[in-house]
């Protein structure tokens, strides 16, 4: 992979720019067959299963962030979670990792981990050292803003290192070495940059090195929450074939969080919908494109120009238009 040296701009979608849809533009190509997501399903295996979510958070008033919301990630699978800032998707993947904090309050909910060795895990009963193995062993996090979230102090090395001495007890330090360099072509940087520091590296190698470590202990479940919402869209293009690839190539289900519906439809099986806390529609990504049912995933649809074109013609080939 080549060496990013392109700048960073923040790149603003349609949504984020218009609060107000229009409404009236016609969406996909419903003369296309719809897809079976029934028999799609019959055929997979989850490995995440979350049931009844509802998550406050306990302020003056009360913020209902997440509103019984049911999510189903199969093995292998990417699934996107889309929906405008503020709708609750943060909320929605703490939740099933075990991440909230006060004020946040799991107020209802089950979250089930089927794995790879065959035992169910009842993640909200986790505790303590359960849970902290639990956690980056078999689900990892991209944090939203994680990029910036590297010590600035510390090489990138030792913070690998760190997350191997506190998971791995057993590794050697060749063993860790082996692994970084691994991890680092993995995802397209130049090993030589283990001893870097983070303002060393651009913003897509920061974010390439936040994925490495998400990788590190080989979890079955990755969640991304906007791991390509800061970055120059090029860069974000090459770490999302990168993604695609690693899931290919090490069959780790995704679960990929953003607003951006164009970008979700290219990489996902899988979307689903969020409104005000709740999941509105949940379909295979073709269907969401050709076949939605909400209104307001019409608007959403309709709110990005990208979609509207001849067949939505780019959408999946990840061939830019
Ligand atoms: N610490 C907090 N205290 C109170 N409200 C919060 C807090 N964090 C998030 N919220 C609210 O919860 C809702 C969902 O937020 P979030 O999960 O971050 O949405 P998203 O990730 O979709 O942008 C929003 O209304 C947000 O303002
Ligand atoms: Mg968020």
Not at 214 to 233: F, G, R, W, Y
Request: aromatic share 6%; glycine share 8%; with cysteine.
């Amino acid at each position: 992979m080549a060496t990013e040296n392109t700048p960073e701009k923040k790149t603003t979608t349609a949504v984020a720019q218009n609060e107000e849809f229009e409404a009236t533009v016609r969406v996909g190509d419903a003369s296309r067959p719809v897809a079976d997501l029934a028999a799609y399903m019959a055929k997979q295996t989850p490995v995440v299963e979350a049931k009844g979510m509802t998550i406050n958070y306990e302020v003056d008033p009360p913020v209902h962030a997440v509103v019984d919301v049911d999510l189903t990630v199969n093995r292998g699978e990417i699934v996107g979670l889309a929906g405008e800032s503020g709708c609750g998707k943060t909320t929605l993947a703490y939740g099933i990792n075990r991440l909230l904090k006060p004020p946040a309050l799991l107020v209802g909910g089950e979250v089930t981990f089927h794995d790879a060795s065959g035992t169910d895990i009842n993640v909200i009963a986790l505790k303590g050292d359960e849970l902290r193995m639990f956690r980056w062993d078999k689900v990892s996090m991209v944090f939203q803003g994680a990029m910036n979230s590297l010590n600035p102090v510390i090489s990138i090395r030792k913070q690998l290192y760190d997350v191997f001495t506190t998971h791995r007890p057993g590794m050697t330090k060749r063993q860790m070495n082996d692994r970084c360099i691994e991890l680092f072509e993995l995802v397209g940087v130049d090993p030589n940059r283990l001893d870097s520091f983070a303002h060393e590296l651009s913003g897509g190698m920061r974010q390439r090195v936040m994925i490495a470590m998400a990788l590190a202990l080989s979890p079955q479940l990755m969640i991304m929450d906007e791991p390509t919402t800061a970055l120059d869209v090029v860069v974000q293009r090459g770490i999302l074939r990168e993604i695609m690839r690693l899931r290919e190539q090490l069959q780790f289900a995704v679960i990929f969080i953003t607003h951006d519906l164009p970008l979700l439809l290219e990489i996902s099986d899988r979307i689903a919908i969020m409104l005000r806390g709740e999941i509105i529609e949940m379909n295979l990504a073709e269907n969401i494109l050709h076949h939605p049912q909400e209104e307001y995933t019409k608007r959403l649809l309709g709110s990005f120009p990208s979609l509207m074109g001849e067949r939505g013609s780019f959408v999946r080939t990840g061939e830019d238009s």
